[in-house]
């Protein structure tokens, strides 16, 4: 059985930093492409960034362009997304989740079969 478990949610200032992880098991990790959403009270879950099966590429909401950074380290069951320049519209519930052999062309999370329980992000102004 896939399982994902992300971590590293927290409480931190507009401005600051967080570094998200999603680790793995149950899956041939390489295999599989990972993305990571977001909820927040009221809204719909969106994606915010994606890494592929096939050659590592990586994608981001335009909302996080150029302070997000998603990163799956050779040989190790783990995906990290790096948050900088946090601002309170990033306050949300992450959640990683997993497809096998997808090149993240859709951000539909309905496209994704594997999800971790979600780590709480909350950003004061």
């Known amino acids: 059985e896939v399982q994902l478990v992300e971590s590293g949610g927290g409480l931190v200032q507009a401005g600051g930093s967080l570094r998200l992880s999603c680790a793995a098991s149950g899956l041939t990790f390489a295999d599989y492409a990972i993305a990571w959403f977001r909820q927040a009270p009221g809204k719909e879950r969106e994606g915010v960034s994606c890494i592929s099966t096939s050659d590592g590429s990586t994608y981001y909401a335009d909302s996080v362009k150029g302070r997000f950074t998603i990163s799956r380290p050779n040989a190790k069951n783990t995906v990290y997304l790096q948050m900088n320049s946090l601002k309170p519209g990033d306050t949300a519930v992450y959640y990683c989740?997993?497809?096998?052999?997808?090149?993240?062309?859709?951000?539909?999370?309905?496209?994704?079969?594997?999800w971790g329980q979600g780590t709480q992000v909350t950003i004061s102004s």
């Open positions: 989740a997993a497809v096998k052999w997808w090149s993240c062309s859709s951000w539909s999370p309905s496209v994704f079969d594997s």
